[in-house]
């Protein structure tokens, strides 16, 4: 490792010049870092279970769970720790190293993170990773997590700061980045990315990545997500992203968090094999495995085993 690939002094200008690269240069630059600190022919797999599916009091313009907007998403009761186990059992047996748990809140109430704490502890003990993603957490609800046996938790900048209020008003940046420290002061890998085809400026997607990479530490988990247009959302019209502007944001991902582990996340039932295989060449070394995100759908199981050994990637498991 060279010290010096690991940064948390980006600016503004370095990462446009990045992205603006010719994009043989960018995606060989980027392959480059990624077999320094990677293997290049791996990708891990994470499963996804939403464990209180919407009715969520943010505003966040993406969100199918999100109250204010009529997606047709309806609100149900939170999952019992059986019914977490059991999907847990069944990804684990699909191959996925890491369990997902999603709910759709503010902040998390006392008796509802006792009872995540109590999720947590049972995939844990399971002999899988496991991460939750809960909203905004304050220092004493981190710990709590990090006590029950929480390897990651998720949550993203979505996008810059300057962007971020035309998509979110329910909450600030800043709250995001509080969260962010609660979880590494408690120990607990931080898990954050965002998405891609919000309405957005080439700036915007360079001022995210920078929000990311300038953190004291890098996320240990880079998620990437591809908008997901849900009708009813405020961004369901959006013009779609172009591929080839993705993959840069992937590759310079990359090469501004050389140790992480960037995922290809939502969005990618809109992306077509080959798509992948360059955003995998770019640098990508994790995906959601399983047939539905939250409330959205996800490829098929057969399908991503298809492109996987089609490329002749394999998985965290597999060479265990
Ligand atoms: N309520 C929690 C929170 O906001 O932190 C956890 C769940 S929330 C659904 C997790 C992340 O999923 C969001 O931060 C966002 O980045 C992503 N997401 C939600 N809806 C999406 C969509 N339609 N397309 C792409 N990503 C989406
Ligand atoms: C992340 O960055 N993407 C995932 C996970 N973290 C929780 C969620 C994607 C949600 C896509 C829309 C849905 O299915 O509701
Ligand atoms: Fe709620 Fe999370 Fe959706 Fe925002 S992204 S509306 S906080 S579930």
Request: some cysteine; charged content about 20%; glycine content about 6%.
């Amino acid at each position: 490792m060279t010290k010096s690939d690991i940064r948390h002094n980006w600016s503004l200008n370095e990462v446009m010049q990045l992205l603006s690269l010719p994009f043989n240069d960018l995606v060989y630059q980027a392959q480059t870092i990624h077999r320094q600190y990677h293997d290049s022919n791996k990708v891990q797999l994470s499963t996804l279970m939403n464990i209180k599916t919407g009715g969520c009091p943010e505003d966040c313009a993406y969100c199918p769970q999100s109250a204010h907007y009529k997606t047709g998403v309806d609100a149900t009761k939170m999952a019992s720790v059986d019914e977490v186990v059991q999907q847990a059992t069944q990804a684990k047996k699909e191959g996925a190293t890491r369990f997902c748990m999603g709910a759709a809140w503010r902040q998390p109430k006392k008796k509802d993170l006792d009872q995540v704490a109590e999720m947590v502890a049972a995939v844990k003990a399971m002999g899988m990773e496991t991460c939750v993603t809960l909203g905004m957490l304050d220092q004493s609800q981190a710990e709590q997590l990090q006590h029950a046996g929480l390897d990651y938790y998720n949550h993203n900048l979505d996008t810059s700061p300057e962007y971020y209020s035309e998509i979110i008003s329910t909450r600030d940046y800043q709250q995001r980045l509080d969260t962010l420290e609660h979880v590494r002061q408690a120990g607990i890998n931080v898990c954050s990315g965002g998405i891609i085809g919000m309405g957005e400026g080439t700036q915007d997607r360079a001022g995210l990545l920078i929000s990311l990479a300038n953190m004291p530490k890098h996320p240990q988990s880079v998620p990437i997500n591809l908008l997901v247009k849900v009708e009813g959302t405020p961004v369901a019209d959006n013009d779609a992203v172009d591929a080839i502007d993705f993959v840069r944001i992937i590759a310079v991902a990359r090469i501004m968090m050389p140790c992480s582990m960037v995922r290809l996340s939502a969005g990618r039932n809109d992306m077509s094999d080959e798509m992948q295989a360059l955003c995998f060449l770019a640098g990508a070394n994790s995906i959601f495995y399983g047939e539905k995100l939250l409330t959205t759908d996800n490829p098929q199981l057969r399908q991503d085993r298809e492109l996987l050994e089609r490329l002749g990637i394999t998985t965290s498991q597999q060479q265990h």
